[in-house]
């Protein structure tokens, strides 16, 4: 069974996050929701490559909940998307339209897929 490997999950609102997410880093993150069977269903998985606690504040209130992870660098949080997307079933299972893109003159490419190749 797939893992964000994350901390969480807690209620997705501006206190809550300034209280779990109290570093300026790179990070990722994942939305979502506990069901009946306490599992916490997965349904957008994301990144900030420079500050995990701001990013994560565009979505307060739009899903009940999130679990994070701090990165060490931008990369590996961009890398941990990409692992996450393909874990969780893609566009087909997931809120995500697309998949993960990297930052313009990168060079990244995915872990998992040849989007970039």
């Known amino acids: ?3 964000l490997n ?3 999950p807690y209620q997705l609102t501006d206190k809550e996050i ?3 997410v109290t570093k300026t880093s790179p990070g990722n993150y994942g939305l979502g929701y506990t069901n009946s069977s306490n599992t916490f269903i997965v349904n957008y998985v994301a990144r900030s490559d420079d500050d995990l606690n701001d990013r994560l504040h565009d979505w307060a209130g739009k ?5 994070y992870s701090y990165a060490p660098s931008a990369k590996a949080a961009f890398e941990k998307e990409c692992q996450n997307y393909h874990d969780f079933g893609k566009k087909e299972n ?3 339209k697309v998949h993960p893109d990297r930052p313009n003159d990168s060079g990244w ?3 998992r897929c040849t989007i970039f190749n």
């Open 1 to 3: 069974m797939a893992s």
């Open 6 to 8: 994350m901390q969480g």
């Open 18 to 20: 300034d209280t779990q």
């Open 63 to 67: 899903y009940k909940e999130f679990k």
């Open 94 to 96: 997931l809120d995500n």
């Open 109 to 111: 490419t995915c872990p």
